[in-house]
């Protein structure tokens, strides 16, 4: 059974950084894509970013230059830097992996706000 538990959301002001990690528990995740997407208020969940198990990234338009995604195979973890952070950021953030099948985190809320 696969898991994904998400931590180091919070609330930071703009300009400021975050770092949130993914801990994934299963054996797919050598082999899967991971990515994060994120949900504000009253929009759709949209893409951030992703990363393949050999280290090829992808970056939503709206957080390119700012934010980078990177994994550790032997850990089972994914992590997005989150830098320049802008009050449009603020969503709830997910961790997703993808194999055979989607599986995805409870979410963790990233505010951004003075």
């Known amino acids: 059974q696969v898991q994904l538990v998400e931590s180091g959301g919070g609330l930071v002001q703009p300009g400021g950084s975050l770092r949130l990690s993914c801990a994934v528990s299963?054996?797919?995740?050598?082999?899967?894509?991971m990515g994060w997407y994120r949900q504000a208020p009253g929009k759709q969940r949209e893409l951030v970013a992703t990363?393949?198990?050999?280290?090829?990234?992808n970056y939503g338009n709206s957080v390119r230059g700012r934010f980078t995604i990177s994994r550790d195979n032997a850990k089972g973890m994914v992590y997005l830097q989150m830098n320049s952070l802008k009050p449009e950021d603020t969503a709830v953030y997910y961790c997703?992996?993808?194999?055979?099948?989607?599986?995805w985190g409870q979410g963790t809320q990233v505010t951004v706000s003075s």
């Open positions: 299963g054996s797919i995740f050598a082999r899967s894509v």
């Open positions: 997703n992996c993808r194999s055979l099948h989607d599986y």
């Open positions: 990363i393949t198990s050999t280290g090829n990234t």
